[in-house]
């Protein structure tokens, strides 16, 4: 399996300082060294101060289609290797585990990628520009990027993608995100504290799965709502 690297690369100085200063306008209240404010916010849903954090992550080894599937989150920005200005030749790809731990199906995706390599430097090599060979490239090509979101984008973020039943690779960034962020410094981990996937955003004590097909992790809301109407 290919190795995804992610790094947080910038912060604002002290996230949780950053919301708690733009929380104590509102409430006319001094901003506490515990992030006591933030997590008041957090589980009152006035989540519009969690904004007032950015975070920069720098990411490599990730495919294509991860690309689409993050770029649905909105709030964010984003800077993407081009395909277009940069040359793919000798292209790096990243394997799904389905594929990685079948051997006929290894074999026959890696003689696809070869298959598409070749191509892609046959229309090189005759003059077609890097912006039209690489319609021939695969989901799969590796990419890199730099991704930057506020702590509420990227709070909803952890909370659709750090559940089970995310795509695996987008799960997997998900995760080394949160970790990036809980062992920068012990003000970054106050924040990741409140982050987790969807079936626990209001809390531990208040977990329930919106999903129609649940993990098992916390019971569905659905079954919550037929248990109570059946008291």
């Known amino acids: ?31 506490s060294v515990d992030g006591k404010i933030m997590k008041q916010c957090f589980k009152s849903g006035h989540q519009s101060v969690l904004e007032f954090a950015d975070f920069t992550f720098h990411i490599e080894g990730v495919s294509r289609s991860l690309l689409a599937q993050l770029t649905r989150h909105r709030i964010a920005s984003y800077a993407v290797r081009s395909q277009r200005y940069c040359s793919e030749d000798g292209f790096k790809y ?6 990685e731990h079948n051997k006929k199906a290894r074999n026959t995706y890696n003689q ?13 090599a005759i003059g077609i520009p890097n912006e039209d060979a690489r ?51 012990t003000q970054c981990a106050k924040f990741a ?18 999903e129609e097909h649940s993990c098992g992790r916390a019971p569905r809301l659905r079954d919550i709502i037929d248990t109570y109407n059946k008291q």
């Not at 990243?94 to 594929?99: A, D, E, F, G, Q």
């Not at 987790?196 to 531990?204: T, V």
């Open 112 to 124: 696809m990628m070869e298959m598409i390599q070749t191509a892609y430097t046959e229309l090189q």
């Open 1 to 31: 399996m290919n190795e995804m690297k992610v790094t947080l690369t910038n912060i604002v100085e002290n996230p949780v300082l950053a919301i708690e200063s733009a929380a104590s306008n509102c409430y006319n209240s001094t901003p």
């Open 193 to 210: 504290e409140l982050c987790g996937p969807k079936c626990q955003k209001y809390g531990k004590d208040v977990a329930f799965c919106p």
């Open 135 to 185: 319609f021939v490239l695969p989901n799969s090509c590796e990419t890199i990027l730099e991704v930057k979101m506020n702590g509420r984008a990227l709070m909803t973020f952890f909370n659709e993608r750090l559940c089970s039943r995310a795509q695996w690779e987008i799960r997997h960034l998900a995760e080394q995100m949160l970790e990036c962020i809980k062992n920068h410094d």
């Open 94 to 99: 990243v394997t799904p585990p389905s594929i």
